[in-house]
């Protein structure tokens, strides 16, 4: 197989930037069409690859891609998990090359989407082809790729609802993650969920003139900071009532072996350009990120942001706020919890409105599974190397909901690491990755089929 994707590296390659020209940003209504059409790409390039049954589901949203390769149905089965949608590309002008014009520098390929996660999505395919062309397909394999993961897959749920045969499967397998480094390879064995929330603050019903009303009404920029400032303590824990009473607590054995790690703080440090890193007290930056919930503010806003001066007290100011969570932490109550205690810490002077975005579930993939051993395996045989088992910092909502309504583990075999700048400027995937995951992704089918036996 190595051979096979030897000799059609080049080809490989040019597929994949093509794919990445495709703007297909699922949170923009004027990419609407673009969308559809890196759908279509997949559908082709599946059929392409050697899936027998490709189909393109519409849903009250973005088209789910749904494939399948059958070659006995007694063999075990894996269901791929991936995305085509892309996050939006602002700000524009900190992109080195245009974000849908992607160029290979340094054995990195920049664009948006190389990662994150056409580059991985399209690695399966491409894996899908090594097998079908080299007569190594052990197992059978369904695809569900969507349209709409960026935006929290809002119609995946009741696709799967709706498609629970058509989905059976013994794994399901995605690659939306990465490794700590190209020489160290990893496997996340969990994820935080999310709780996303909108909040919006009023004063006034019109804005005031800063000089005639400053310092005796509300300021809804002023309070709403307030707000937010008072969510986290001295040491840096959240301030919600309740908000910690299901997080699961690890032992000192269990943090002194995620903390073994490869970790260097000052690379950290270095790599984003801070002085020091910052969090709850009593953690390591490795736990803050894998096992310690979090509130942070994605964006605030209010008031007036234009050239020159405009001295008012705003009528609104608004914040987006998101939580990740942690087991056994549940992103309905958590949300609720935020509801209740933002609403009850509001003062009189102004009235806020809380509005929930999206969330999910953290997931957990147990280490002694066959699936995380056929994984492990996999990149034993292509790194050199058996794989660490880490906990991922990000959210994937659906690992929950696949286990929810599906009734199956999830294995996050990701290629990506973390300075791929994934939902950022300059976002790249490197061709080291991209063609490891080719070669690692046949040897999963393959372990995974014979330990399945």
Known sequence: MKNYIDKNRTRFIDELLAFLRIPSISARSEHKTDVQTAAEFVKTKLLEAGADKVEICPTAGHPIVYGEKIINPALPTVLVYGHYDVQPVEPLDLWHSPPFEPVIKDEKIYARGACDDKGQVYMHIKALEVMMQNNALACNVKFMIEGEEEVGSPNLAPFIKENKERLKADIILVSDTGIIANDTPSIDVGLRGLSYIEVEVTGADHDLHSGVYGGAVGNPINVLCEMIASMKDENKHITIPHFYDDVVIFSEEERAELNKAPFSLEDYKAYLDIQDVEGEAGYTTLERTGIRPTLDVNGIWGGYTGEGSKTVLPSKAYAKISMRLVPNQNHEKITALFQAH????????????????????????????????????????????????????????????????????????????????????????????????????????????????
């Open 342 to 453: 933002f609403e009850r810490i509001a003062p009189k002077s102004v009235r806020v409105i809380v509005k929930p975005h999206h969330g999910g579930n953290p997931a957990l993939t147990p280490t002694d599974s066959v699936g995380y051993k056929a994984a492990s395996q996999a990149m034993e045989d292509t790194f050199g190397k058996k794989p660490i088992p880490t906990r991922g910092g990000g959210s994937i909502p659906i690992v929950a909901l696949f286990e929810q309504e599906l009734g199956l583990k999830t294995i996050l075999m990701g290629f990506g690491l973390d300075s791929d700048a994934i939902h950022s400027p300059n976002e790249h995937y490197g061709l080291f990755n991209y063609f490891k995951g080719i070669e690692t992704i046949p040897l999963f089918f393959k372990h995974f089929a014979a330990m399945k036996k």
